[in-house]
């Protein structure tokens, strides 16, 4: 969608063991067990009687020996090798564990939540955009070898433009449909973008969270540092490049960092072409309306909506 920072473990306790308790455990010496219990008393009688002959000693003497006599030797469990079944049980209880981790990992945020964080990111992204602009303009003005930014990149419109806007989103929007039907990489980046984004938003939202972007993107990559780097085509591939790496992240992958950055490329063309930042700004704000409201009637994963 476009949205650069809406990108949103299980611990496992091990149970000690009974045997680390000094009152149950075991301990074999000689061949043989013997309760620590008991020897914990012989050797306290032994203690406290200075040596000398106690009868509860000497009872628990013959106590400890009466056990060793008594007790029967530890059954043998043969070491039966695992069958074909019980490797399927384990992978089927591994697969079924890693699922239920990854569905309690993948908590979508709610719908106030996406919306706060859309308009304060593209707040500052636009502010950050503005004062670059405003910033090349006085560098300009005093003499600096610096691009005015306003002078290159301007708000001007022309009924051609809306030629190029639809071409555009023609492009981009038939793009995206070819590539998620044939590259699986490209399809699971994007489908955790949106469910991340769109999941729980009502069909109204889609126009903020695909306009305010749209607009806050455009203003920043291709209104102000397209023509800071020289506002020709060096300047549009380094944009676009820049712009694909900020889209990795929170489940999209390279292969969405490819297509940003390509679409990147889209609109940097059209900037240059136009000279106007109305075309790069509606052109990815429509861009992302269309594939928001694709992906709501046509993703699994928006069947519950």
Request: proline letters at 4%; hydrophobic letters at 45%.
């Amino acid at each position: 969608m476009g949205l650069l920072t809406i990108n949103c473990w299980w611990t496992r306790t091990n149970n000690f063991s009974t045997t680390l308790f000094p009152y149950r455990a075991s301990t074999f010496m000689g061949g043989k067990f013997i309760h620590l219990y008991d020897a914990e008393q012989v050797v306290l009688s032994t203690l406290h009687s200075g040596f000398r002959f106690d009868t509860r000693a000497f009872a628990s003497r013959n106590s400890v020996k009466k056990l060793r006599r008594n007790r029967q030797p530890p059954e043998i469990v043969a070491d039966i090798p695992p069958t074909k079944d019980d490797y399927v049980q384990d992978e089927n209880s591994a697969s079924s564990f890693e699922n239920s981790v990854y569905q309690n990992s993948t908590i979508n945020p709610s719908r106030s939540t996406v919306l706060q964080a859309c308009t304060i990111t593209s707040g500052l992204i636009a502010a950050l955009g503005i004062i670059l602009r405003q910033v090349s303009h006085v560098a300009s003005v005093e003499g600096l070898p610096i691009l005015d930014c306003s002078a290159e990149v301007s708000f001007g419109f022309e009924m051609w433009h809306l030629e190029l806007i639809t071409g555009i989103v023609v492009l981009i929007s038939s793009s995206r449909y070819l590539l998620l039907k044939t590259w699986p990489d490209f399809a699971e980046s994007s489908e955790a973008a949106n469910q991340q984004v769109l999941a729980s938003l009502q069909i109204l939202d889609y126009i903020i969270v695909a306009f305010l972007p749209g607009i806050s993107e455009e203003l920043l990559f291709r209104g102000a540092l397209l023509p800071l780097f020289g506002f020709n085509w060096k300047s549009v591939f380094l944009v676009a490049a820049i712009f694909g790496v900020l889209h990795v992240g929170s489940g999209r992958k390279y292969s969405f960092a490819i297509w940003a950055t390509f679409v990147g490329l889209v609109y940097g063309y059209a900037t240059i072409m136009s000279s106007s930042l109305i075309v790069p700004m509606a052109s990815h704000a429509i861009n992302n309306l269309v594939g928001g409201i694709l992906w709501r009637y046509t993703s699994k994963s928006s069947e519950k909506l």
